[in-house]
């Protein structure tokens, strides 16, 4: 098994090689850390294109801060934000979110960046409809916590380049990350954007390595997954 040094190397040549083809991302879209909250809920088993529809729709209705959405019927709610899809669900849990920071912070988001993140994680992981990548992409990208995202692209890219197994789990993979990488919210951020430009380009569920930057830099922490991937080369070439 590969010493945490050489995984050490690998994560790091991952990120340059893909903030060169890419270039920062600027990642997460919004203007306020509660439209940050609000699209880290609505984004759950969707894409954002369909998000940014229901986010238009919450900023006409003036209903895009945590304070408007805790007043806000959820009929209401879930009127505006159907493009998000599960909107009936989503309504429910967009007030159970808003109600929590009401109660923890009076949804002043500001007042929370100086609460331990693993503790504060906890008490998000609490709240109805939050789960462990809706808590860190809260915590990462509106409270500028150093806490790293871990969502489907990050498991597929990481398997197939040799850093986990496929069947890894969210807190397992996390600290594949987090203990080889510096602590730092921005590398976090910008990391995490990049494995998603990967993912969505190249590292698809039927994936596109032939063109991607990662496979063309040879960056496979075994042989084995390296293997894997010029076999997916060879069997489109022959197709």
Known sequence: MPDNAVKR???????EVALKHFGPRDWWPGDTADEIVIGAVLTQNTNWTNVEKAIVNLRKAKKLSLSAV???????L????RPSGYFNLKAKRLKA????FADRCNCDLAALRGEDPRSFREELLQVYGVGEETADSILLYALDMPIFVIDAYTK?????HGLCSADV???????????????DRQLFNEYHALIVEVGKDFCRP???????PLFLDRLFLTKGSLRKARQTVCLKSQA
Do not use: H
Request: proline share 4%.
């Open 9 to 15: 190397r690998l994560l790091n040549e991952i990120f």
């Open 70 to 76: 805790d007043r806000a019927r959820e009929q209401t």
């Open 78 to 81: 879930a009127t505006l934000i």
């Open 97 to 100: 979110v808003a109600r929590f």
């Open 156 to 160: 597929r890219i990481a398997s197939r």
């Open 169 to 183: 789990s969210y807190g397992d993979l996390q600290k594949v990350f987090e203990s080889n990488l510096p602590r």
């Open 206 to 212: 039927k994936p596109r390595c032939e063109s991607c």
